[in-house]
Nanobody
Framework: QVQLVESGGGLVQPGGSLRLSCAAS????????IGWFRQSPGKEREGVSY????????YDADSGKGRLTISRDNAKNTVYLQMNRLRAEETAVYYC????????????????WGQGTQVTVAS
């Protein structure tokens, strides 16, 4: 059974940093485009950052540009989301998701999802 498992969430002060990890089993991540999404209570899920399967090209949503950076380590079958200068409004459950072919910003195009990891930004 394919599994994506997120980790690295937690409590961080505004302006702080966290690195989230998305590890896969029964799925070779370098064949898939990966997206990081987040959902806050009462809000719709939104995409944060994406990385392609082929050339490693990336796309970041405007909300995180310059602060949230996606990367992948194919040897470890893991994708990361480095988050810097975090803001209180970025408190959310963060999910990674995988899809074949290219990057897509629409979450309903993704085939596999992790269970999410909670990120809380508060002083």
């Amino acid at each position: 059974q394919v599994q994506l498992v997120e980790s690295g969430g937690g409590l961080v002060q505004p302006g702080g940093s966290l690195r989230l990890s998305c590890a896969a089993s029964k799925l070779t991540l370098d064949y898939y485009a990966i997206g990081w999404f987040r959902q806050s209570p009462g809000k719709e899920r939104e995409g944060v950052s994406y990385i392609s399967s082929r050339d490693g090209s990336k796309y970041d949503a405007d909300s995180g540009k310059g602060r949230l950076t996606i990367s992948r380590d194919n040897a470890k079958n893991t994708v990361y989301l480095q988050m810097n200068r975090l803001r209180a409004e970025e408190t959310a459950v963060y999910y990674c998701a995988a899809k074949r072919s290219g990057i897509a910003t629409m979450d309903d195009l993704y085939d596999y999802w992790g269970q999410g990891t909670q990120v809380t930004v508060a002083s």
